[in-house]
């Protein structure tokens, strides 16, 4: 997944759900996270950039709290692709 989709798909998460940043920050951090919160808020205003490892104990983050609070949507891992489906993907409904 682009690092842009993913920053795009998180911040609306969190708006969507109205989530604290500090909480998910502190969650972040429990999850191996080791970006300030000023960068995380500064990520999640769109001002910069974080690595694939932070953006995703982020989304784990968001997601478990989603999970715990019955919350719909989730936020991607870096490694999901956005579109498109794998080359090998067999349509269970086809007759090929």
Not at 11 to 20: Q, R, T
Not at 43 to 72: M, T, W
């Amino acid at each position: 997944m682009d690092e842009a989709d993913q920053q795009v798909l998180t911040g609306g998460v969190i708006a969507e759900h109205g989530l604290d940043p500090t909480h998910l920050w502190l969650e972040y951090i429990a999850l191996g996270g080791d970006a300030p919160e000023q960068d995380l808020r500064s990520y999640l205003a769109g001002n910069l950039k974080l690595p694939a490892k932070d953006r995703d104990a982020l989304a784990q983050a968001i997601n478990e709290h989603c999970a715990a609070n019955s919350l719909l949507g989730r936020v991607p891992l870096s490694d999901f692709p956005l579109a498109g489906r794998p080359t090998d993907f067999q349509d269970p409904y086809s007759s090929k």
